[in-house]
């Protein structure tokens, strides 16, 4: 008799917090791939003084940016 005055439960509530922990999960992912992208283009080394010629002693820039 008491099941009777029970409110129906809702079988709502799993799925809307599934949904939102993959929206938050998502948006960290997408927000932690931002940030390295804008690192990697935000740290671009200056000119370093490197061998400009091959003389097989010491290495040289595959392709220099200055």
Do not use: Y
């Not at 129906?8 to 917090?17: A, D, T």
């Not at 740290?43 to 010629?53: D, F, G, I, R, Y």
């Amino acid at each position: 008799m008491t099941a009777a005055l029970r409110p129906p439960r809702s079988n709502l509530r799993w799925p809307l917090i599934a949904a939102l922990l993959v929206v938050v999960l998502g948006a960290i992912v997408i927000g932690a791939n931002i940030h390295l992208v804008w690192a990697a283009v935000d740290s671009q080394p200056e000119c370093v003084p490197h061998a400009k010629t091959t003389d097989g002693a010491s290495f040289r820039a595959a392709k220099s940016a200055c």
